[in-house]
């Protein structure tokens, strides 16, 4: 499937999901604590889901509502080959119920990377997908741009994401949009979540280490931060397989905290004020005069 996007004149700015999230509302003084986890999965979904587990109650203990893992956390063998397709599993299946049970234990919403089963039994999808506090799924997004880069053939195994809806899901005063590691070099992605409302982009990444990568994966997620006015939440594998740098950045495009090379966490507390307030002194969103619309 050929996958495009183009770009249309907006005759005013209210035609558009963006304003939605930038006007006509009073600023909420209500925050969300949040965390990025930076862990190398391994080839063994049965442990990952383990890890996980115990990360999403760790997490909670320390008051955080919403924690967020890397790309590929139920599963990841390097370089991605026929393993990965032999040990994808159904949004059913046991690494999801786990994770389930654990944010429904733990009472937060968590984001995770699953190695998901398609039905062309030769490929996958690159799925992240949201659980709410309840252990509910409220979100489901497969990966729309592959990593056929530096070297990489990511479309040999991966099955790509369908042009749909953004995905979406609500946790306190924010709503947060999905995508996945390379999606974030493409800014369309980012702006049609802003043009959903989204007020967080989340980013789970296996981001490939090589020269000047690291200084593209900072600049890709500032970027993103700064001209969709938004948070940006990404969380990385560790080196050797990631660069680390898991990071939470804030609307304007200040880095709130990171991480270095070495498997962790980071947290942070997004404001909801300061969301609002960075929006009323740059209203970008409100000032465009184009909107993306996806095509074929």
């Given amino acids: ?63 955080v509502q919403l924690v967020v893992f890397p790309e590929y956390s139920s599963y990841f063998a390097n370089p991605v080959d026929g393993r990965m397709v032999a040990a994808a599993q159904d949004l059913d299946g046991p690494f999801l119920r786990d994770v389930r049970a654990a944010a429904a234990r733990s009472g937060i919403h968590v984001v995770v990377g699953l190695v998901e089963a398609h039905q062309d039994g030769d490929r996958f999808s690159n799925t992240l997908v949201a659980v709410d506090a309840s252990g509910e799924i409220v979100a489901t997004y497969r990966k729309q741009h592959l990593y056929d880069a ?31 590691c390379y999606d974030i070099r493409f800014p ?36 993103r931060a700064i001209e969709n006015t938004a948070f940006v939440l990404a969380a990385d594998h560790p080196r050797p397989t990631g660069v680390g740098l898991s990071v939470l950045v804030d609307p304007a495009g200040v880095v709130l905290a990171e991480l270095g090379d070495d498997a962790g966490v980071v947290d942070a507390t997004l404001d909801r004020a300061e969301l609002d307030a960075v929006r009323r002194r740059n209203p970008a969103l409100e000032l465009r005069r184009y909107r993306v619309v996806p095509g074929e």
Wanted: no cysteine.
């Fill in 1 to 63: 499937m050929t996958e495009s996007a183009r770009v249309e004149s907006m005759s005013e700015a209210s035609s558009s999901g963006a304003s939605d999230a930038t006007a006509g509302s009073e600023p909420l003084e209500t925050g969300l604590r949040v965390r990025a986890v930076q862990f190398a999965p391994l080839a063994d979904a049965a442990v990952n889901a383990d890890t996980v587990s115990a990360q999403i109650a760790e997490a909670a203990t320390s008051g």
């Fill in 150 to 180: 530096f070297g990489q053939r990511e479309s040999e195994w991966v099955e790509p994401g369908p042009l749909e809806a953004p995905q979406t899901f609500e946790v306190g005063p924010f709503r947060v949009g999905l995508q996945t």
């Fill in 188 to 223: 369309e992605v980012s702006r049609r979540l802003i043009d959903a409302a989204v007020d967080v982009l989340v980013v789970p990444a296996e981001w490939v280490p090589g020269p000047g990568k690291e200084d593209q994966w900072m600049t890709l997620l500032r970027a």
